[in-house]
């Protein structure tokens, strides 16, 4: 019997989820839910039923895991606690700081009403969660560092946009490569904000404005870009719209320590993405079958990344990940 599939939201993330269930044979999606007009949601297949969001608990039965895939700033933290009192749910939660609270909400939820909710699940928070415990687990000696990109970031060219006189834009976070290659010698230094990361925009002007008057509103917005060395690239419509449409994103952590007669050792994670919302989504689902199993073993509340076992992840059986894998 497949593991029956519920998406809530469907803009970028819930789109890649759909994708995503169609290449896992023991999944199958049940229905999406839609804070729009169902009838203008178009799904990449059309014979799944799309419903009002707001009639999604009579459908408390003929789902086993529902995935949410709203935002963290404005739908999760009300969306979490809510949906998980009714279903086992699984989501991307990404606002670190606010973490330890969001998991308090949603475990009073879950735990009573018996299901399984596990959250923040992604590359950042998530997979490089993951790895930058393993680094501090196996090398106490040590520090960690996480560079992300290049990578578009989605609230930082929101923050371009907004600047008076773009009519469009993005902005890309890259990593320093003359501060990872100081990282992966095993010297532990310590970087500041500006030596780690670079920021690149490209922004599309209106019509008469001000190119460097933009420019400079830009290299110095606090919280986006004044603490790092910004590049600025004016380009056309067409431009933004041929070579900057995709997502891509990705990053390093590593883990630089010292072990035994100060032997340096450094591990290393890295990710490179064509499509940040596609492979956060195919995380996604294979957390959705662990929520599904853990429930299956009566097991209820709140979870992270931490919690999980990384067997339950995979379709394959513990004999046959200790044949192949192990």
């Not at 023991?26 to 169902?38: A, I, N, Y």
């Not at 680094?135 to 929101?158: I, N, R």
């Not at 006189?165 to 320093?176: I, N, S």
């Not at 910004?230 to 072990?259: C, N, Q, W, Y």
Request: proline fraction near 5%.
């Amino acid at each position: 019997m497949k593991i029956r599939i519920g998406i809530a939201g469907y803009g970028n993330l819930g789109r890649g989820v759909e994708s995503a269930i169609g290449q896992n044979e023991d999944m199958e999606l049940v229905g999406v839910f839609t804070r729009r007009k169902p009838e203008d949601v178009q799904l990449i297949n059309q014979t799944v039923p799309v419903h009002p969001l707001d009639e999604i608990e009579r459908f408390k039965d003929e789902i086993d895991v529902l995935i949410l895939c709203g935002g963290s700033k404005n739908d999760l933290p009300e969306q979490g606690p809510a949906l998980s009192a009714i279903f086992n749910t699984v989501d991307s939660f990404d606002t670190h700081a606010k973490i330890p609270a969001y998991y308090e909400a949603v475990d009073a939820s879950a735990k009573p009403n018996g299901n399984t909710a596990i959250i923040s699940v992604g590359w950042d928070p998530g997979l490089f969660s993951i790895n930058r415990l393993f680094g501090e687990a196996v090398l106490p000696e040590g520090a960690t560092y996480t560079f992300w990109g290049k990578g578009l970031s989605q609230g930082h060219s929101d923050a371009v946009r907004r600047v008076e006189g773009v009519k469009g834009g993005v902005q890309y976070t890259l990593p320093a490569s003359e501060a990872i290659e100081r990282v992966r010698s095993g010297s532990l230094p310590e970087l500041t904000t500006r030596e780690k990361h670079t920021r690149e925009c490209y922004v599309v002007l209106d019509e008469g404005a001000d190119a460097e008057k933009v420019k400079q509103e830009i290299v110095t917005m606090p919280d986006y870009f004044a603490d790092y060395d910004t590049t600025v690239h004016f380009i056309s419509e067409e431009e933004l719209k041929r070579d900057h449409s995709a997502m891509p994103h990705g990053g390093f952590v590593i883990r630089s320590g010292k072990t035994g007669e100060g032997n340096s050792q450094v591990m290393e994670y890295a990710l490179t993405l064509d499509s940040n919302p596609e492979f956060t989504s195919s995380v996604l689902v294979a957390y959705a079958r662990a929520a599904y199993r853990l429930n299956q073993n009566g097991e209820s509340g709140a979870k992270t990344v931490f919690d999980i076992a990384p067997g339950l992840l995979s379709p394959k059986s513990p004999a046959d990940l200790r044949k192949e894998l192990l």
